[in-house]
C-alpha cells in the first residue's frame, strides 16, 4: 500500500545546531502537511504545501515540496529547546477515500541545551 | 472555543470488556476522525466520517465502532477489548476533506488493556 517514509527517526543535536526531517513517498502526492507533536501532547498542524518545488518558511522552520510532489523536508535553523518534540509529515494522496492522509512515522528531536 | 474534546484521558480496561472513547467538536466541521498511535509508530486512521449519518473505515478499523449522529459528535467503541488496543487514541476534525486542510485534533485518550 502507499506509504510515507521518514527519516531519521530520532534526531539530538545542541541548542543552536540546525535539524532536518525528510519525507518520502513511493507516490505522488496531491499536497504535503508538517504537524508537531509535543512530548505527552497531541499533534498539531504546522503547515501544508501544495505545489510542486514550494518552499514556505516560519521564522527558522523551513519547508520544501519536491518538483515531483514525492518528498518534503522540514529545515530548523539554530534550534532552541522549545523545539523539542516529534515531527509529523502527513501525505494527502489523490483519489481514493476521502480519508487518505498517510502519516510518517515521525522524528523525535531533542536539543540539548 | 473548545476544539475538539476527548473523554477519558485516560482509561484501564481489562480483556474483554467494552468502552466508548467520547470525542465532540464545536468548530462545525464535518469531517472527523479518530487515529491510533503506538510508540514509535506514525498515526494509523480507525475510522472516519464525513458527516452525520456517514462513516467509513479507514486502515485499521477491526475491533472498534463508531457513529455519527450529530456534526459535532464522533463516539468510538472498542468492543471485546485486547491488549493489542493499548495506545493512544487521538480524534481530529477538518473544514475541508482530509488531505486537503488542516486537522485538529484532540488532547487524546491513553488506554491500556490488561
Known amino acids: 500500500g502507499q506509504q510515507v517514509m521518514q527519516i531519521p527517526q530520532y534526531q539530538h543535536v545542541q541548542e543552536g545546531e540546525d535539524f532536518t526531517t525528510y519525507c518520502n513517498s513511493s507516490?505522488?502526492?496531491?499536497?504535503i502537511q508538517w504537524y508537531k507533536q509535543r512530548p505527552g501532547g497531541h499533534p498539531v498542524f504546522l503547515i501544508q504545501?501544495?505545489?510542486?518545488?514550494e518552499v514556505k518558511k516560519q521564522k527558522r522552520l523551513t519547508f520544501q515540496f519536491g518538483e515531483a510532489k514525492k518528498n518534503s523536508s522540514l529545515h530548523i535553523t539554530a534550534t532552541q529547546t522549545t523545539d523539542v518534540g516529534t515531527y509529523f509529515c502527513?501525505?494527502?494522496?489523490?483519489?481514493?477515500?476521502?480519508?487518505?492522509?498517510?502519516f510518517g512515522k515521525g522524528t523525535k528531536l531533542s536539543v540539548k541545551p | 472555543n473548545a476544539g475538539v474534546t476527548q473523554t477519558p484521558k485516560f482509561r484501564i480496561l481489562k480483556i474483554g470488556q467494552s468502552m466508548t472513547l467520547q470525542c465532540t467538536q464545536d468548530?462545525?466541521?464535518?469531517?472527523m476522525y479518530w487515529y491510533r498511535q503506538d510508540p514509535g509508530m506514525g498515526l494509523k486512521l480507525i475510522y472516519y466520517?464525513?458527516?452525520?449519518?456517514?462513516?467509513d473505515k479507514g486502515e485499521v478499523p477491526n475491533g472498534y465502532n463508531v457513529s455519527r449522529s450529530t456534526t459535532e459528535d464522533f463516539p468510538l467503541r472498542l468492543e471485546l477489548a485486547a491488549p493489542s488496543q493499548t495506545s493512544v487514541y487521538f480524534c481530529?476534525?477538518?473544514?475541508?476533506?482530509?488531505?486537503?486542510?488542516?486537522?485538529?485534533f484532540g488532547e487524546g485518550s491513553r488506554l491500556t488493556v490488561l
Open positions: 481530529a476534525s477538518s473544514r475541508t476533506q482530509s488531505g486537503t486542510g488542516e486537522l485538529f
Open positions: 507516490t505522488t502526492l496531491s499536497n
Open positions: 504545501l501544495v505545489k510542486s518545488g
Open positions: 502527513a501525505g494527502g494522496t489523490l483519489g481514493g477515500s476521502q480519508g487518505n492522509l498517510i
Open positions: 468548530m462545525n466541521h464535518n469531517y
Open positions: 466520517s464525513v458527516g452525520a449519518g456517514i462513516t
